[in-house]
């Protein structure tokens, strides 16, 4: 059975960094595009980051630009998103997904974890 995990979540004090990780089981999907999204309460569920399956091409959302950063292991199936600099409109649930295809772009994966919570406080 394939699943995504995520961990590295958390409270954190506006200015903070925390570090993300998305473990995935059953398969490492080391052919896929990876990627970070996120929900807040009453909001609908926006983009974060996403990584090439080569590491080396990587997309970010305008609002985390410069103080995001997404990477990955292929070998342990894992993508990461480190945060810094992080502000309470950060808040949220973060989920990792993964897909073989652009539908990141549209908002869409094929395969998608349960969520950690990231909470920053003012």
């Known amino acids: 059975q394939v699943q995504l995990v995520e961990s590295g979540g958390g409270l954190v004090q506006a200015g903070g960094s925390l570090r993300l990780s998305c473990a995935a089981s059953?398969?490492?999907?080391?052919?896929?595009?990876k990627a970070w999204f996120r929900q807040a309460p009453g909001k609908e569920r926006e983009f974060v980051a996403a990584i090439s399956w080569s590491g080396d091409t990587t997309y970010y959302a305008d609002s985390v630009k410069g103080r995001f950063t997404i990477s990955r292991d292929n070998a342990k199936g894992t993508v990461y998103l480190q945060m810094n600099s992080l502000k309470p409109e950060d808040s949220a649930v973060y989920l990792c997904?993964?897909?073989?295809?652009?539908?990141?772009?549209?908002?869409?994966?094929?395969?998608w974890g349960q969520g950690t919570q990231v909470t920053v406080s003012s």
């Open positions: 997904a993964v897909t073989g295809s652009d539908t990141w772009r549209r908002g869409g994966a094929d395969y």
């Open positions: 059953g398969r490492t999907f080391s052919s896929y595009t």
